[in-house]
C-alpha cells in the first residue's frame, strides 16, 4: 500500500509541475476535468457493470475473513487510482502542448516493413465478416478499463503475497507512465485512424471505408474516436480524453494481466497469450494503433517482467507487517 501511495505522490507532484509548465492555465483544465467527472463516471460504470458480480462470485469463494480485512485498504487504492488515471489524463492532453504529433509516418513505414510491405490493418479487415463489432467493444473498452485502471485495487483484495504485489504495481505503474507518457511523448503519435487529419491523405485512404464498411465508425469505439478527435481540436479536458498511439498502453495493461495470470498458474500461460493476441490484433483492427505500437508493449513489459523477476526489486517499499 505504501508503494502505490508515493508512486501515486510523486506522479501526483510530477505531473502538476508539467501541465503548470506546459499550460496556460492548470487550474482551469482541472477544473474542466472534475466538471466532466460525472459523465464520465456515467460512461465508466456502463462499461464496468460487470464488476460487481464478479466481485460478488468471487468474495464468495475466497477467504471472507482475508477480504473483510482488506477492503479498508483496497478503498484507499481506488482513491489512489482514480487520483492516478486523472494525472495521466492531464499529461496525455498537455503532450501535444509540448510538440507536435511527428512519429506516425515512421511507424506506418515500419508497419509496412515488418509486414511484407502491406498495412497490417488490412490484413486483420480479411477477418471483418467473421467479428461483432459489439463484441469486440466489449473486449476492447469495458472488459479492458477496469482491470487496467484499477489493478492495484484488485492485487490488495486477492492477492497475500506483497512481494508479487508490489512487483505488479511497479508493473502497473510502468504500463501507464513509461509508456503511456514518457514513450508516448517522445514518439508522439496519433494513429491510424487520425493519420488522414494530420498527415498525408492519401496514405491511409482505404482505412476510413475500411472502418465504415465493419461498422466500426457507427459503433461506441468510432464515436469514442470522434469524441477524442473533437476534444483535441477544442482543447476540452475530459477524463479519459488525450490522443496517442505508440506505444499502446491497452496492450500493454494486457500484457501485465497475462504475466500475473502465468504467475498465478502455469496453466494460464495459453489464455494469457490468447488474451494478449486479441488484444493486439483488436488495436490494429479498430484503427486504433499501427502494429509496431503493441510490439513494443509487449517486448518492454515482459523485459521487465524478467529482469525484475531475476533479481528482486530492492525498490519496492517494504508494507508494514500486518
Same mark, same amino acid.
Given at each position: 500500500?505504501?508503494?502505490?501511495?508515493?508512486?501515486?505522490?510523486?506522479?501526483?507532484?510530477? !505531473?502538476?509541475?508539467?501541465?503548470?509548465?506546459?499550460?496556460?492555465?492548470? #487550474?482551469?483544465?482541472?477544473?474542466?476535468?472534475? %466538471?466532466?467527472?460525472?459523465?464520465?463516471?456515467?460512461?465508466? +460504470?456502463?462499461?464496468?457493470?460487470?464488476?460487481?458480480?464478479?466481485?460478488? !462470485?468471487? $468474495? +464468495? =469463494?475466497?477467504?471472507?475473513?482475508?477480504?473483510?480485512?482488506?477492503?479498508?485498504?483496497?478503498?484507499?487504492?481506488?482513491? =489512489?487510482?482514480?487520483?492516478?488515471?486523472?494525472?495521466?489524463?492531464?499529461?496525455?492532453?498537455?503532450?501535444?502542448?509540448?510538440?507536435?504529433?511527428?512519429?506516425?509516418?515512421?511507424?506506418?513505414?515500419?508497419?509496412?516493413?515488418?509486414?511484407?510491405?502491406?498495412?497490417?490493418?488490412?490484413?486483420?479487415?480479411?477477418?471483418?465478416?467473421?467479428?461483432?463489432?459489439?463484441?469486440?467493444?466489449?473486449?476492447?473498452?469495458?472488459?479492458?478499463?477496469?482491470?487496467?485502471? &484499477?489493478?492495484? @485495487?484488485?492485487?490488495? *483484495?486477492?492477492?497475500?503475497?506483497?512481494?508479487?504485489?508490489?512487483?505488479?504495481?511497479? *508493473? &502497473?505503474?510502468?504500463?501507464?507512465?513509461?509508456?503511456?507518457?514518457?514513450?508516448?511523448?517522445?514518439?508522439?503519435?496519433?494513429?491510424?485512424? &487520425? $493519420?488522414?487529419? +494530420?498527415?498525408?491523405?492519401?496514405?491511409?485512404?482505404?482505412?476510413?471505408?475500411?472502418?465504415?464498411?465493419?461498422?466500426?465508425?457507427?459503433?461506441?469505439?468510432? %464515436?469514442?474516436?470522434?469524441?477524442?478527435?473533437?476534444? $483535441?481540436?477544442?482543447?476540452?479536458?475530459?477524463?479519459?480524453?488525450?490522443?496517442?498511439? $505508440?506505444?499502446?498502453?491497452?496492450?500493454?495493461? @494486457?500484457?501485465?494481466?497475462?504475466?500475473?495470470?502465468?504467475?498465478?498458474?502455469?496453466?494460464?500461460?495459453?489464455?494469457?497469450?490468447?488474451?494478449?493476441?486479441?488484444?493486439?490484433?483488436?488495436?490494429?483492427?479498430?484503427?486504433?494503433? &499501427?502494429?509496431?505500437? !503493441?510490439?513494443?508493449?509487449?517486448?518492454?513489459? #515482459?523485459? +521487465?517482467?524478467?529482469?525484475?523477476?531475476?533479481?528482486? #526489486?530492492?525498490?519496492?517499499?517494504?508494507?508494514?507487517? %500486518?
Amino acid at each position: 500500500m505504501q508503494l502505490l501511495m508515493r508512486l501515486t505522490a510523486v506522479y501526483l507532484l510530477a !505531473g502538476g509541475a508539467v501541465v503548470a509548465l506546459f499550460r496556460d492555465n492548470p #487550474v482551469v483544465l482541472i477544473a474542466e476535468i472534475a %466538471r466532466a467527472l460525472p459523465q464520465s463516471i456515467g460512461f465508466f +460504470l456502463h462499461l464496468a457493470w460487470w464488476v460487481v458480480p464478479a466481485f460478488v !462470485g468471487m $468474495f +464468495l =469463494l475466497a477467504p471472507k475473513r482475508d477480504l473483510l480485512g482488506r477492503l479498508p485498504r483496497a478503498f484507499l487504492a481506488v482513491i =489512489l487510482c482514480t487520483a492516478f488515471f486523472l494525472v495521466f489524463t492531464m499529461l496525455k492532453t498537455t503532450m501535444p502542448f509540448i510538440w507536435p504529433f511527428w512519429a506516425d509516418p515512421m511507424f506506418a513505414a515500419l508497419d509496412r516493413v515488418l509486414h511484407l510491405g502491406a498495412d497490417p490493418w488490412v490484413w486483420t479487415h480479411g477477418f471483418a465478416e467473421r467479428i461483432s463489432i459489439a463484441t469486440a467493444d466489449r473486449i476492447y473498452m469495458a472488459a479492458w478499463l477496469v482491470p487496467a485502471m &484499477y489493478l492495484p @485495487v484488485l492485487l490488495i *483484495l486477492f492477492d497475500g503475497d506483497q512481494t508479487r504485489i508490489n512487483r505488479f504495481i511497479w *508493473l &502497473y505503474a510502468f504500463a501507464w507512465i513509461g509508456l503511456g507518457n514518457l514513450l508516448a511523448l517522445a514518439f508522439l503519435s496519433a494513429g491510424p485512424v &487520425y $493519420f488522414d487529419r +494530420l498527415f498525408d491523405p492519401d496514405l491511409f485512404t482505404a482505412l476510413p471505408p475500411a472502418l465504415d464498411a465493419a461498422g466500426i465508425t457507427d459503433s461506441a469505439i468510432g %464515436r469514442t474516436q470522434t469524441k477524442l478527435w473533437r476534444a $483535441f481540436q477544442s482543447s476540452a479536458q475530459e477524463a479519459g480524453s488525450g490522443i496517442s498511439a $505508440f506505444p499502446s498502453v491497452h496492450v500493454g495493461m @494486457v500484457t501485465v494481466f497475462a504475466l500475473y495470470l502465468f504467475e498465478r498458474h502455469r496453466l494460464m500461460v495459453i489464455p494469457g497469450i490468447a488474451l494478449v493476441a486479441t488484444f493486439q490484433f483488436l488495436s490494429v483492427y479498430l484503427g486504433w494503433h &499501427y502494429a509496431v505500437d !503493441g510490439y513494443a508493449s509487449i517486448l518492454l513489459v #515482459v523485459a +521487465l517482467w524478467i529482469a525484475m523477476r531475476k533479481r528482486p #526489486v530492492s525498490a519496492n517499499i517494504p508494507e508494514k507487517s %500486518r
